[in-house]
C-alpha cells in the first residue's frame, strides 16, 4: 500500500515532445487565482505552469491584478474578473484542458460562491490548493460535490481545518487516505516526504524537496507545475507524482547552489530546467 517515488519511476512517465509539436497541442490551462494584495500567488503559479512545459496559460483574476501578470509574466492570457478585487464569477472552462485553483484566492463570500460553482460546472482535470481549500474547510458540506479525480494539495495545517485536528502526522496520513478514497480525490499532503494519498488506497512519498522550501509560494509553484502536467495530457496519479517530484527536485537543485536559508519559491521555478534535464538524460 506505500511506497516511496524514486527517479527511476518518474523517468517513464515523462511525455516526450514531439519534434511537430506546437502550442496548440501542448496543452491549454486555466489558472483562476490572486485577489487584492495577493497578485504574487497568481505570477507564481502561472510562471510554473509555463516553466513545466505547457502550450498556452490564462490566468483569470480581479481586475487589481492586470499589470501585476501582464509585467511580470508577458507569457500568459490575462483574463479579468468583472470585480476589482476578488474572483466573482465562474469560467467557462470548456476550451481548457487542465483547470488550476486557490493561489491567493481570498475567503470572501462572494469568491467562496463562484469557487463551487467553478467545481462544479469544470469538466477538465482540476487542482485546487490554497484558498480554495481554506474555503472548503469553511463550507465542509461542498466536499460531497467535488468531481471524481479532484487533485488536492494541502499542507498539514490546511487539511486539519477540512478534517478536522489531528495529534499527529500518522493520525493525519489515515485521514487523508479515508477522505481519498471517500471522495474519490488524490489528495497531497504536503510536507518533509509529501504523501500522495490515491482513490484506490495507495499512498506514495515523495523522497525531493529540502527544508530550504519552506517559504511562501511554494505551494502555488506546486500547483502551477501539476496544472501544466494535467494539461498536457497525464493522467491524474502521474501528474502527481512526477509534479512533487520535479518540484522537490528543483528545490533541491536550488539549494545546492544558493543554500537553504535564501531559497525563495521563484528559485524553485528558475531550477525547473535543471529539474527537467536531470530526468531526460
Known sequence: RYHIVDENEVRPLLKK???FAHKGSMGNA???AGSYG??????LAARACLRAGVGKVTVHSPKCNSLVLQISVPEAVVQLDQEETVFSEPVDAEDYTALGIGPGLGQSETTAI???AQLRRTQCPIVADADALNILANHRAWLQQLPKGIILTPHPKEFDRINGHCADSYERLSRACD???RLGAYIIVKGHYSALCKPDGHVAFNPTGNAGMATAGSGDVLTGIITA???RGYKQADACTVGMYLHGLAGDLAARS?????LTAGDIINYLPQAFMRLED
Open 258 to 262: 544558493l543554500g537553504k536559508e535564501s
Open 179 to 181: 477522505m481519498a478514497e
Open 114 to 116: 463562484a469557487l463551487i
Open 30 to 32: 486555466l489558472l483562476v
Open 38 to 43: 495577493m497578485g504574487g500567488a497568481a505570477v
Open 229 to 231: 502536467l494535467l494539461a
Open 17 to 19: 515532445r514531439s519534434d
